[in-house]
């Protein structure tokens, strides 16, 4: 564990007490050679931790989607918060307590959406969150504007 990390960005399992390696604060260097948590199979540091730490930018809202994914998943508030369309971006995007994102599955993606299946677990529990998203293009960088529900 990191010196700077506060105790808030830590979800304890609600059961077992088990800190999630997977809400970890960003740039933590133990996860930089793991597999990106999007699922694309390279590195996290190759991948969306490129991204996360700015070194890249997201060049299709599909990569966009992923990043912001796997900034979910390694507790990176920050960029999800500067990937979220001004307009739509709550005020508050601190975690869900307890929740350990586990998956991510792309349905379909085009021009300005991505359709994705993110799958997550609660206490032990499953869950799957299904959505197509809408993105923009601000300033030449992809935003999130919002997103249905299924
Ligand atoms: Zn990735």
Request: proline share 6%; aromatic share 10%.
């Given at each position: 564990?990191?010196?700077?990390?506060?105790?808030?960005?830590?979800?304890?399992?609600?059961?077992?007490?088990?800190?999630?390696v997977?809400?970890?604060?960003?740039?933590?260097?133990?996860?930089?050679?793991?597999?990106?948590?999007?699922?694309?199979?390279?590195?996290?540091?190759?991948?969306?931790?490129r991204l996360?730490?700015g070194?890249?930018?997201?060049?299709?809202?599909?990569?966009?989607?992923?990043?912001?994914?796997?900034?979910?998943?390694?507790?990176?508030?920050?960029y999800?918060?500067?990937?979220?369309h001004?307009?739509?971006?709550?005020?508050?995007?601190?975690?869900?307590?307890?929740?350990?994102?586990?998956?991510?599955?792309?349905?379909?993606?085009?021009?300005d959406?991505?359709?994705?299946?993110?799958?997550?677990d609660?206490?032990?529990?499953?869950?799957?969150?299904?959505?197509?998203?809408?993105?923009?293009?601000?300033?030449?960088?992809?935003?999130?504007v919002?997103?249905e529900?299924?």
């Amino acid at each position: 564990m990191e010196a700077e990390v506060t105790p808030s960005r830590y979800c304890a399992h609600p059961q077992t007490g088990y800190v999630s390696v997977s809400v970890a604060p960003r740039v933590q260097g133990v996860a930089l050679q793991q597999i990106c948590p999007c699922g694309s199979g390279t590195s996290y540091d190759a991948c969306c931790g490129r991204l996360h730490r700015g070194a890249a930018l997201a060049e299709t809202p599909e990569e966009l989607m992923r990043s912001r994914y796997a900034a979910y998943a390694v507790g990176d508030t920050d960029y999800v918060f500067r990937t979220w369309h001004p307009r739509t971006r709550p005020e508050d995007l601190s975690p869900h307590p307890g929740r350990t994102w586990t998956g991510l599955s792309i349905l379909g993606a085009g021009e300005d959406w991505v359709e994705f299946v993110a799958s997550y677990d609660v206490g032990g529990v499953a869950g799957e969150q299904r959505e197509r998203s809408r993105f923009e293009q601000r300033a030449g960088r992809w935003v999130y504007v919002d997103g249905e529900f299924e």
